[in-house]
């Protein structure tokens, strides 16, 4: 079955930096679009960055644009997501999520989340 | 601030039939963009629950249902169970931003 497995968040201090990965097994990495999604504690949903099968087509939200950097090895089948200049309102859980479908895509499957913090 | 308004929260007594709006505008589903509906229990990550503006994925049931009219959509939930309280939240795509993926503000469903 698909399954996503995000790792790498921790307690950042403003201004730093830090990689978020997210392992994809069972379905074929390198055929799909991938998204990493956040969520800050206590509200919703908001679309971070979006990358093609083969990396070549890459969006990033107005509000993270110029700090982060989605990535994917297909060959490892993992997606990454490097965030710099962090800022307080960074602050949520990230998911990385497989998209499919029609148009837009949707999100049809979903990690359990990593969290990243923040804070001084 | 999200483009996509759906209600804070809207409630019902097992057995009833409850509604959520997810209202847009014209440069998002307006403009033809399908509509898909996720799912979030409480300390869980989100789950496709309606796609295409009506699909839905196997295994969810067809207590739940999905249209679209216009710059608006809408989810059903007929025959209410104490499980399905959670958080729902529609999705779509924009072009007045930096274009890409949008999601509605979210809606608490209580079971009363």
């Known amino acids: 079955q698909v399954q996503l497995v995000e790792s790498g968040g921790a307690l950042v201090k403003p201004g730093g930096s830090l990689r978020l990965s997210c392992e994809a097994s069972g379905f074929t990495f390198s055929d799909f679009h991938m998204s990493w999604i956040r969520q800050a504690p206590g509200k919703g949903l908001e679309w971070v960055s979006h990358?093609?099968?083969?990396?070549?087509?890459?969006y990033h939200a107005d509000s993270v644009e110029g700090r982060f950097i989605i990535s994917r090895d297909n060959a490892k089948n993992s997606l990454r997501l490097q965030m710099n200049s962090l800022r307080a309102e960074d602050t949520a859980v990230y998911y990385c999520?497989?998209?499919?479908?029609?148009?837009?895509?949707?999100?049809?499957?979903w990690g359990q989340g990593t969290l990243v913090t923040v804070s001084s | 601030q999200s483009v996509l308004t759906q209600p804070p929260s809207v409630s019902g007594a097992p057995g009833q039939r409850v509604t959520i709006s997810c209202t847009g505008s014209?440069?998002?589903?307006?403009?033809?963009?399908?509509v898909h509906w996720y799912q979030q229990l409480p300390g869980t990550a989100p789950k496709l629950l309606i796609y295409?503006?009506?699909d839905r994925p196997s295994g969810v049931p067809d207590r739940f249902s999905g249209s679209k009219s216009g710059t608006s959509a809408s989810l059903a939930i007929t025959g209410l169970q104490a499980e399905d309280e959670a958080d729902y939240y529609c999705?779509?795509?924009?072009?007045?931003?930096?274009?890409?993926?949008?999601f509605g503000t979210g809606t608490t469903v209580t079971v009363l």
């Open positions: 990358i093609s099968p083969g990396g070549s087509t890459i």
């Open positions: 295409g503006n009506s």
């Open positions: 999520a497989r998209e499919t479908g029609g148009y837009p895509r949707d999100f049809d499957s």
């Open positions: 999705q779509s795509y924009d072009t007045s931003l930096g274009a890409h993926y949008v």
């Open positions: 014209s440069s998002n589903i307006g403009a033809g963009y399908d």
